[in-house]
């Protein structure tokens, strides 16, 4: 069984400041680990995708996750945040192998970004 | 290149009814999956359907069912509607079975009163 953590329901922070996003799962088996944005009123987008290889990921729009697998977490940051990053995130977590690559995700994580 | 769409946007339901939800996955997908995504929540996996089949099946009661047609676009049915049935309920498409990469449509919000 799969589990994903996202320790905070809310992340408030102004714009141009860094911020992270905090994520823990837990697997049995090897994974695959991935952050999904969703807008107001819109489905989910994925953001970035941890497959295999370099454990830091990056997005075309300045967001990268760092893959720990010794901490089990996989934290998503931005050293420099706008206004339209104003969103849900959503953290998820797959198996690697065996056929089932059906998400698991978390609770999700509301940016608000304060101009 | 049309992405996954859903249909209605949004739909009222009184308690004890039925109702449909469509899905037509992007354009090359062939497998489908459905999500409940309630109020503050993540999407919780409802099951997913592959060459007209149920494949896999989350934690969902019978209620809950579904069908995918030739064109592998996709129905949900939900009966006998409980006020916790309400939620945004999300349809995802991916390139087969054994693709981790799934596109999300918009979703449908579903009223149960």
């Known amino acids: 069984a799969q589990s994903v953590t996202q320790l905070d329901s809310q992340v408030p922070v102004f714009e141009e400041a860094p911020v992270e996003l905090r994520c823990n799962y837990s697997?049995?088996?090897?994974?695959?680990l991935f952050w999904y944005v969703q807008y107001p009123n819109q489905g989910l987008q994925l953001l970035l995708k941890y497959l295999s290889g370099s454990t830091l990921v990056e997005s075309i729009n300045g967001f990268e996750a760092e893959f720990n697998k010794s901490q089990t977490s996989f934290h998503l940051r931005k050293p420099s945040v706008h206004i339209s990053d104003t969103a849900e995130y959503f953290c998820?977590?797959?198996?690697?192998?065996?056929?089932?690559?059906?998400?698991?995700f978390g609770r999700g994580t509301s940016l608000i970004v304060h101009p | 290149d049309a992405g996954v769409t859903q249909s209605p946007t949004h739909l009222i339901k009184t308690r004890g009814q039925q109702v449909t939800l469509r899905c037509s996955p992007k354009s090359g997908h062939d497998t489908v999956s459905w999500y409940q995504q309630a109020l503050g929540q993540g999407p919780q996996f409802i099951f997913q359907?592959?060459?007209?089949?149920?494949?896999q099946r989350g934690n969902f009661p019978d209620r809950f069912s579904g069908h995918q047609f030739p064109n592998y676009s996709s129905e949900l049915n939900v009966n006998a509607l409980l006020l916790g049935d309400s939620a945004l309920y999300l349809c995802?498409?991916?390139?087969?079975?054994?693709?981790?990469?799934?596109?999300f449509g918009p979703g449908t919000r579903l009223t149960v009163t």
């Open positions: 697997s049995s088996v090897s994974v695959y």
């Open positions: 359907y592959y060459e007209e089949e149920e494949r």
């Open positions: 995802a498409s991916s390139q087969d079975r054994a693709s981790y990469e799934q596109y």
């Open positions: 998820a977590v797959s198996g690697s192998a065996g056929g089932s690559y059906i998400p698991t």
